[in-house]
């Protein structure tokens, strides 16, 4: 149980480290679009191969996968605009500004984004199984982008350096309980259950991706986004096969 925690606290303790990047030195706006348009690209392969690719083969034909990728979607589009209207809309918004008083749309959006990912990182662990190191590389490179972005809105609104840091450690916790959760009440889930639970994620995170981060990625990156992204899936690809190969 320790290691989901430990796993899921790793993968978004890169929201600390975006944010402390961030602090100490100024990124440009395209850089940072074509970081996140790499982001994108890791987080569409662990969709595809984590998730998605997994869970059609769990389902046996059941329809749970494909009842789950739409009820994701669905659930994380209404949360997410809820959320939106409260003041977080623009959270990995390149070019934002974010007054303090906007702090706890901001947290829950960033933990809306961060659950369906830390969820799944619990769940690669059932059955004694290696974290999926797919999934754990695809949060940790997509979480850089969206913290540096973030934290740039929160200075230019007057946001002490101390409290973002302890803000972004604080949805670190929150992500790495929700790994934790993946992993201790779904010990015993059927594989329906799991694969509709891999496949509800796979929708959320592929709203996430269409409402957030690729419009901000080719906004500021310019064309060469779409080559960026591309670089993303295709090394995320390459540490899935890696981690499939059989050791000889």
Known sequence: MLNAFLWGFLATF????????????????????????????VLLSAVAYELIFKAVKGSAGSGASLIGFFAGAIVFFLIDLLISKMGAG????????HQENVA??????TILDGIPETLCIGMSLLGGAEVGLGMLVAVFISNLPEAIAGTAGMKSGGWKSRKILLLWMLISVVCAFAS????SLLGNASPTTVSFIQTFA?????V???NTMIPEAYEHGGKLAGIFTVLGFAVAVSIAV???APVH
């Open 14 to 41: 890169s929201l600390a480290l975006g944010g402390l990047i961030a602090i100490l030195f100024k990124i440009g706006k395209r850089p940072l679009g074509l970081i996140m348009a790499f982001g994108a690209g």
């Open 90 to 97: 623009g959270r990995k918004d390149i070019s934002g500004v």
């Open 104 to 109: 706890m749309p901001i947290v829950l959006a």
């Open 180 to 183: 934790l959760a993946g992993f």
């Open 202 to 206: 796979a929708g959320a995170i592929l």
């Open 208 to 210: 996430m991706l269409s």
């Open 242 to 244: 890696l981690e499939s």
